[in-house]
């Protein structure tokens, strides 16, 4: 079943599911977004260390740099059929609909989702690319800059990883989904350095790591592999900008500190519909959208890695002050408060 809006069409050998309300081509035939962004750039002139913390972890950083290309052994096969027809995830996942599909169906299910779960990390990556890149020149102490450069290289290599992951195993990639590409965008062209740290550093690194972590539980070696190496950069990325932040947020004027709570719980509000709605894979697969959205929200799967990823965003906003009373409730009513104090 295909929606109104969406072809499916073929690039370089992979099938794509392109909207057709998306981005302007380029000059090169392919597609692209541009961003506006009033960024103000910072040249320090004290090249001494001020933040012992970030100091240790740009240390960290060049120490765990590994290669895509040869760190990782890609001679791995991926076996999608064996992997949809014996992997407990599936089931899990999709509960009754999934005894209800025949063998083809379910290695289509299966098949759909993967891709469509690493398509998204792949948009969100070179999301962060795009971000770490802009704090190299934004943020406002030597530290931060090193530290942010480090971040560069790390997302450029995890985009790197994650598209070959998709072009040579899976075969099959999606367009990034509306909730998450909103979110990027509000990132992208926020002037203030600071909410671009709780934007990126905070609340999609906390994502990513909640992603990776169930990832991790993936019966797939090759996959595994890449999230192991994955992670690490991650978890540094996400200790950078708390450190970060807690250098600068109480300074901020009261004004400026609320509109920082509500850009946060804006975010928080996007990656959880980001992790929600799955529609693009029920409308290649040809499945009913309500329903699949239903039983995927109360699958074990989904609860587990809701658990996963906001028990580091949340506690992270609450340490940074982030998590006044009057925007509690709020956070409350998204079904994610619970998480403000348990720490992974």
């Not at 590994?66 to 791995?76: F, H, Q, T």
């Not at 946060?264 to 996007?270: I, K, T």
């Amino acid at each position: 079943m295909q929606p109104k809006n969406r072809k499916t069409y073929q690039e370089g050998g992979i099938e794509m599911n392109k909207y057709s309300n998306k981005k302007a081509l380029n000059g090169n035939g392919k597609y692209s977004t541009v961003i506006e962004s009033m960024l103000k750039t910072i040249w320090v002139y004290s090249y001494e260390s001020e933040i012992k913390k970030l100091a240790e972890l740009y240390e960290k950083a060049k120490k765990e740099q590994w290669n895509a290309s040869s760190d990782i052994d890609w001679s791995i096969e991926v076996d999608l059929e064996k992997l949809a027809l014996t992997s407990f995830f599936f089931p899990i996942t999709f509960q009754e609909v999934w005894e209800e599909l025949d063998d083809r169906k379910k290695v289509e299910l299966a098949t759909s989702n993967t891709s469509w779960v690493m398509s998204q990390i792949l948009h969100g990556e070179q999301g962060a690319l795009l971000v770490a890149s802009q704090l190299v020149s934004s943020a406002p102490l030597y530290d931060e800059k090193l530290t942010a450069a480090t971040q560069v290289i790390d997302e450029a290599r995890h985009v790197e990883v994650f598209h070959r992951y998709l072009t040579t195993k899976m075969n099959k990639e999606f367009p990034i989904t509306p909730h998450l590409e909103v979110l990027m965008k509000n990132i992208l062209s926020e002037p203030r350095w600071y909410f671009k740290f709780v934007g990126m550093q905070v609340l999609v690194e906390g994502l990513a790591m909640g992603i990776f972590g169930t990832l991790e539980r993936f019966e797939e070696t090759l996959l595994v592999e890449i999230v192991r190496y994955v992670m690490k950069d991650e978890a540094r990325h996400v200790a950078f900008g708390v450190i970060s932040l807690k250098e600068h947020i109480d300074q901020l004027p009261t004004t400026e500190k609320k509109e920082l709570v509500e850009f946060a719980y804006e975010g928080c509000v996007h990656l959880r519909n980001r992790i929600v709605d799955q529609s693009m894979v029920w409308e290649d697969v040809g499945l009913p959208t309500q329903r699949m959205q239903e039983i995927v929200e109360r699958s074990p799967v989904f609860q587990d890695f809701l658990m996963l990823m906001f028990a580091r965003v949340v506690p992270n906003l609450k340490k940074l002050g982030l998590l006044p009373d009057y925007i509690r409730p709020h956070y409350e009513n998204l079904g994610i408060l619970k998480y403000e104090d348990l720490e992974l």
